[in-house]
């Protein structure tokens, strides 16, 4: 198994193309590579490197599931990190991100919610939902 990890002051010499901004990205789980032990680096690195205007997440993959819990964590956390991108050259996607609005889909209605609410209702949600976070950087 390979742990997925993120850490600024590993990768500091290499020079990193602009962060590129997409539409819409949504993450599927398709293989035990992706565990959620690993939830929290893959998050840092995906978001570091390229900024979705929406992540799309559908809880048929209970990899999402963690995915969710770990995004929302960190977003409930933002204030604690004010030096977690102080010596690196670009400030990391907490420190870019302006705002947050999450929405639950279930069956065809969409529910808004916020970090907090999410991670509460997480373990209830079924294999049907799918959560958006519309990102604004
Ligand atoms: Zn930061």
């Known amino acids: 198994m390979t742990k997925v990890t993120f850490n600024w ?7 990193f193309p602009p962060t590129c901004h997409v539409k ?4 599927d789980s398709y293989s035990d590579s992706f565990e959620g032990h ?8 995906l978001l570091w490197s390229c ?9 048929i993959w209970e990899d999402c599931r ?5 995004l929302c964590e960190k ?10 991108c102080g010596s690196s050259p670009a400030a990391c996607w907490v420190h870019c991100l302006k705002d947050v609005k999450i929405a639950l889909l279930a069956g065809s209605d969409w529910k808004a ?6 991670s509460q209702a997480l373990p209830t949600l079924t294999e049907s ?4 976070f519309n990102f604004k950087w």
């Open 9 to 15: 002051e590993d990768v500091r010499d290499i020079s």
């Open 24 to 27: 819409h990205l949504e993450l």
């Open 38 to 45: 690993n939830a929290d680096g893959l998050l840092d690195g």
């Open 51 to 59: 900024r979705p205007e929406t992540l799309w997440l559908e809880l």
């Open 66 to 70: 963690i995915f969710a819990k770990v």
């Open 75 to 84: 977003l409930l956390n933002q204030n604690n990190r004010e030096s977690c």
């Open 113 to 118: 919610l916020n970090c907090h609410s999410l």
């Open 129 to 132: 939902h799918k959560i958006s």
